[in-house]
């Protein structure tokens, strides 16, 4: 650590003191003595003058040196308990201070660690009873969250002013949909605390709030409104509002959005009503001409040639509607085959329904054999079960087979799904036949086919017979469930079971009319990012190779609100750097280029507070990338590095590592954006509660004491 002023005048007071009192002893002296004697004297000492005055020299170096010394380990120890003793009360229970100093500050050490074991064992006492209290609101919470996982529709909870206070995993896919850069994360319009006016005009809202609320006053027992509304990437989206209440006849806390993409559907009926008109007029029109023509041929006075042109007429406008009732049916069919999207279902429950449909239709004895539990498929199952049923009746009233099984594994990249039987075999013909011929049901006809049905599913289907055991069976091919399938905007599937993004605290929160600089730390949203580059000098053409960011909103870390991404810096990665952050040239390659990735970042931050630490070097990066990229970073910065000084300057570090051991954080993921990134917040987090003690209570307090800093004036 570099001495400051006042230890160098520390270190330097002892030869002054030491000057000071032999220019006053030699001044006394000379006083007392006579001219002859100072002449003798000055004699005697003139020779020796450089010897007495190297001897002073490292007297006044000595003392110094012991001084500093002294100061650091008697002086400066209360000081330093001073900076840690806050550390240590807001942190976990069980750490200590180390005892150091002399005997009076050791003996402080212990006496402040007796006091922090009672501290801790009390509040172990207090946090147990709050935990039994609050056991069955978690409860309830929990139940909601359960609750909210299992819909099929996205969910978004909002306060009054829109900020975002619960979604369910439906609903991030939903958005990342909605993105213009869905690729690249697609995180940028929800969040816990962000803005739903990001995604929809306020006032369409404001609307359906107004409508709700007058439903209310009427004594509507569960009102709710709805619209229809287009998002900025073209997408439409059927959107119903119903109220949040702060009890069953209070005033409204909130509003909840149930969502669906429209988009698909809205062309599909805009195209079928095209297709419709269209055949309809040229239907109308040939009608027209038939009735016309038939009319003339009637005519007992018509001639030969005339009659047979009239025929040709009749002959051409029937083939014509034919030709277009033909297009329409195949319409149709092709519509009535992609009606329902692919959905994730596990392949027990699939064969386990299977069978039961086949029993119930067949009068037929059904097993499953050799089927795996922890498959899962993506499959239209009832078109697929509808298949299944089809074949499996052909099999019992053609063949009289008894007994149908249905097995399920593994194949590859796909599941294996056979119907079989012992028994006669079925032909290549009449396997065929069966595979294309429209599928009848219980005395109903489909207008969908078996090949129909595996082309649904991107599969394959054929026939096999093993000779050996005499046994039959119908073979499909079928996807397996992928959670890291692209999404599209009109299907979104269900991929967790349990959300993790709520905040009923925030209900309490409104918008409020002070400029962000006068608003509390604690009720402030942040992102805190980091990036790894190939190099420390950005100025001289080191590039980003990763951004990595989370959230803080409501003081919690929100982990899984997150932005990672990397970034082809379209140049070479040293290897020196690759050692540090292990990104490699092969690991860019195909990525997308820091145009891209930085808006998409820049939407991700908006209304937050930037967090980093030694956010000069990230943010230097962005400053260089504003005239190509098009976006401006101007958001607030805290730096946990210059807040890091400021609450404890008596303290030897100030890297991440240093201040996340002193605070007692866990340091995972180093050298990682993300990693290091959850590393800052979580290190940011334990600063909060530090800088209320000091009197920094809001933002622009904390910025200003940031500025003091002297690494403030760090420039890359």
């Known amino acids: 650590m570099k001495p400051s002023l006042h230890e160098w005048a520390a270190a330097l007071a002892p030869a002054a003191l030491l000057a000071a009192a032999a220019a006053l002893a030699a001044l006394l002296l000379a006083a007392t003595l006579s001219p002859d004697e100072r002449a003798a004297l000055a004699a005697l000492l003139a020779p020796r003058a450089t010897l007495l005055l190297l001897a002073a020299v490292l007297l006044a170096v000595a003392g110094g040196v012991w001084m500093r010394w002294a100061w650091h380990r008697f002086g400066a120890a209360p000081g330093r308990i001073a900076e840690l003793l806050p550390v240590l009360l807001a942190g976990e229970p069980g750490r200590e201070l180390e005892p150091r100093g002399g005997a009076g500050s050791r003996a402080l050490a212990a006496a402040i660690n007796t006091l922090l074991h009672e501290r801790a064992a009390w509040r172990a006492d207090v946090e147990a009873r709050v935990q039994e209290a609050s056991r069955l609101v978690e409860q309830e919470k929990s139940r909601l969250a359960a609750l909210m996982a299992e819909l099929t529709q996205s969910v978004v909870v909002c306060n009054l002013d829109g900020r975002i206070l619960l979604y369910n995993g439906r609903a991030r896919l939903q958005f990342r949909a909605l993105s213009p850069a869905p690729a690249i994360g697609g995180a940028e319009y929800l969040g816990i605390g962000r803005s739903i006016y990001a995604v929809f005009d306020r006032a369409l809202v404001a609307h359906a709030l107004e409508m709700v609320q007058q439903r209310l006053q009427r004594g509507v027992p569960h009102p709710s409104a709805q619209f229809v509304t287009a998002t900025r990437g073209g997408q439409l989206l059927r959107v119903q509002l119903a109220p949040v209440r702060e009890h069953e006849a209070g005033p409204l806390a909130g509003f909840v959005l149930m969502l669906d993409n429209i988009t698909r559907d809205f062309a599909e009926e805009s195209e079928r009503d095209r297709r419709l008109h269209e055949h309809t007029e040229a239907g109308r029109a040939s009608l027209a001409n038939l009735q016309a023509a038939v009319e003339l041929s009637e005519d007992p006075a018509l001639d030969a040639p005339t009659a047979a042109r009239l025929q040709g007429v009749i002959r051409d406008e029937v083939k014509a509607l034919g030709r277009r009732i033909g297009e329409l049916a195949h319409y149709t069919t092709e519509t009535q085959r992609t009606r329902w999207p692919l959905e994730d279902m596990q392949g027990a429950d699939f064969v386990a329904a299977a069978l039961r449909r086949i029993e119930a239709l067949h009068r037929c004895r059904t097993a499953a054999a050799e089927v795996d539990p922890t498959l899962w498929l993506r499959l239209d199952s009832f078109s697929l079960i509808q298949a299944l049923v089809f074949l499996a009746g052909r099999v019992v009233d053609e063949y009289g087979v008894k007994l149908v099984q249905l097995r399920l594994q593994r194949a590859g990249e796909r599941a294996q799904l056979d119907l079989a039987w012992i028994g006669p075999g079925v032909s290549t013909e009449t396997a065929v036949a069966w595979e294309t011929e429209a599928m009848h049901i219980d005395g109903e006809a489909s207008a969908l086919t078996v090949r129909d049905v595996v082309q649904r599913h991107g599969g394959a289907f054929w026939f096999e017979r093993e000779r050996v055991r005499a046994e039959a069976f119908f073979r499909f091919l079928l996807p397996l469930a992928d959670a890291a399938e692209p999404l599209d905007s009109g299907l979104i599937a269900r991929r967790e079971s349990r959300p993790e993004f709520y905040d009923f605290d925030l209900f309490q929160t409104r918008e409020m009319a002070l400029e962000m600089a006068e608003r509390s730390l ?97 943010l230097r990066f962005f400053e260089l990338k504003e005239r190509a990229t098009g976006v401006s970073f101007d958001l607030p910065v805290l730096d946990t590095l210059l807040l890091s000084q400021l609450l404890h300057p008596n303290q030897d570090g100030h890297s991440l590592e240093a201040i996340a051991e002193r605070l007692g954080v866990t340091v995972l993921g180093r050298h990682t954006a993300l990693g290091d990134a959850i590393v800052t917040a979580e290190v940011f987090l334990k600063m909060l509660p530090l800088l209320q003690a000091r009197g920094i209570r809001t933002l622009g307090q904390a910025l200003e004491a940031s500025r003091q800093s002297a690494l403030a004036k760090l420039a890359y």
């Open 522 to 618: 604690a009720e402030l949203a942040y992102t805190v990012f980091d990036t790894e580059t190939t190099g420390l000098e950005p100025s001289a053409g080191d590039e980003i190779l990763q951004i990595g960011a989370t959230r803080i909103v409501a003081g919690k870390l929100r982990r899984h609100e997150s932005f990672e991404q990397l970034v082809d810096p379209q140049r070479s990665i040293p290897a020196r750097t690759t050692a540090i952050h292990g990104i490699s040239q092969d690991m860019v390659v195909g990525q997308p280029t820091i145009r891209e990735v930085l808006p998409a970042f820049h939407a991700f931050v908006q209304d937050t507070v930037l967090v980093a630490h030694n956010a000069a070097f990230d």
